[in-house]
T-cell receptor
Framework: EPEVTQTPSHQVTQMGQEVILRCVPI?????FYWYRQILGQKVEFLVS????????KSEIFDDQFSVERPDGSNFTLKIRSTKLEDSAMYFC??????????FGPGTRLTVL | AQTVTQSQPEMSVQEAETVTLSCTYD???????LFWYKQPPSRQMILVIR??????QNATENRFSVNFQKAAKSFSLKISDSQLGDAAMYFC????????????FGQGTTLQVKP
């Protein structure tokens, strides 16, 4: 069964450094998403992406964040200058249409 | 703002028994979907069940079923014949048929299954 994959599973970085989180959505899916979950809290929407552009972003998704689909398979989330409060689990998800989303296993980001 | 509320931070159930997790939502949209996701200790988000708002019939998936009360904006999850592997955090989520498709999640309910 096809699934969403994410790399790395765990990323440790120093405050102020740039990180790129990578996702490979399910191949026939057209909608892509990033969510984050701070430890012990609920899952929060960051951004949705369709037809090579951002379709919606949350207040969390400020100028430090960007997304890209550099080729036909990868979907990336870049954080330009990480802060301590960016430490969280980041989930990528994809869907065929704006219906059921399938999530990847997540990348745990630790900012020191 | 659209919100999803899970009023039970923790629940416990005896193995083989039935448990119901509650969820309410607040939306003015007419076309939406509701989901339950399971998050085990691995923190993977696993889809459990999905309900389309325009369907009156409650969704079922094996031991999992929902009680969807549209007028009350309530969407509870019933787990029958609970198994040890059901122990996890359960999140209720609402999605919309707009072109963004974002999901709004509740705070989660931690389910403990006792042997």
């Amino acid at each position: 069964e096809p699934e969403v994959t994410q790399t790395p599973s765990h990323q440790v970085t120093q405050m102020g450094q740039e990180v790129i989180l990578r996702c490979v959505p399910i191949s026939n899916h057209l909608y892509f998403y990033w969510y984050r979950q701070i430890l012990g809290q609920k899952v929060e929407f960051l951004v949705s992406f369709y037809n090579n552009e951002i379709s919606e972003k949350s207040e969390i998704f400020d100028d430090q964040f960007s997304v890209e689909r550099p080729d036909g398979s990868n979907f990336t989330l870049k954080i330009r200058s990480t802060k301590l409060e960016d430490s969280a689990m980041y989930f990528c998800a994809s869907s065929v249409d704006t219906d059921t989303q399938y999530f990847g296993p997540g990348t745990r980001l630790t900012v020191l | 703002a659209q919100t999803v509320t899970q009023s039970q931070p923790e629940m416990s159930v005896q193995e083989a028994e039935t448990v119901t997790l509650s969820c309410t939502y607040d939306t003015s949209e007419s076309d939406y979907y509701l989901f339950w996701y399971k998050q085990p200790p691995s923190r993977q988000m696993i889809l459990v069940i999905r309900q389309e708002a325009y369907k009156q019939q409650n969704a079922t998936e094996n031991r999992f079923s929902v009680n969807f009360q549209k007028a009350a904006k309530s969407f509870s999850l019933k787990i029958s014949d609970s198994q040890l592997g059901d122990a996890a955090m359960y999140f209720c989520a609402e999605g919309f048929s707009s072109n963004t498709g974002k999901l709004i999640f509740g705070q989660g309910t931690t389910l403990q299954v006792k042997p």
